[in-house]
């Protein structure tokens, strides 16, 4: 199973910028996709982007054009480089890994503050 760890959360003001990382260990090379997910208070678990093991990437509507998500294989580390942060942003973020079993493994996540 792939151990999962965020990093880079805070508090920042709207229109400023945040990078998430999710170091990841474990059976690495065997990571089908990754991805990034968020949960703010009162609400459910949402989708904000994933990325598959061959480079292919999925947005959620709401951050498409301000959120990046990009994979370092040689550093086992997931990244999520959000700009033009708004109050709506604010969750706790969450990163997972789907392996080669199809077994889904999920971070503890980091909080992120975005202040009007």
């Known amino acids: 199973q792939v151990q999962l760890v965020e990093s880079g959360g805070g508090l920042v003001q709207a229109g400023g910028s945040l990078r998430l990382s999710c170091a990841a260990s474990g059976s690495n090379f065997a990571i089908r996709a990754m991805g990034w997910y968020r949960q703010a208070p009162g609400k459910e678990r949402e989708m904000v982007a994933t990325i598959a093991s061959g480079g292919t990437t999925n947005y959620a509507d709401s951050v498409k054009g301000r959120f990046t998500i990009s994979r370092d294989n040689a550093k086992n580390t997931l990244y999520l480089q959000m700009n033009s942060l708004k109050p709506e942003d604010t969750a706790v973020y969450y990163c997972?890994?789907?392996?080669?079993?199809?077994?889904?493994?999920w971070g503890q996540g980091t909080q992120v503050t975005v202040s009007s």
């Open positions: 997972n890994a789907l392996d080669r079993n199809y077994v889904l493994s």
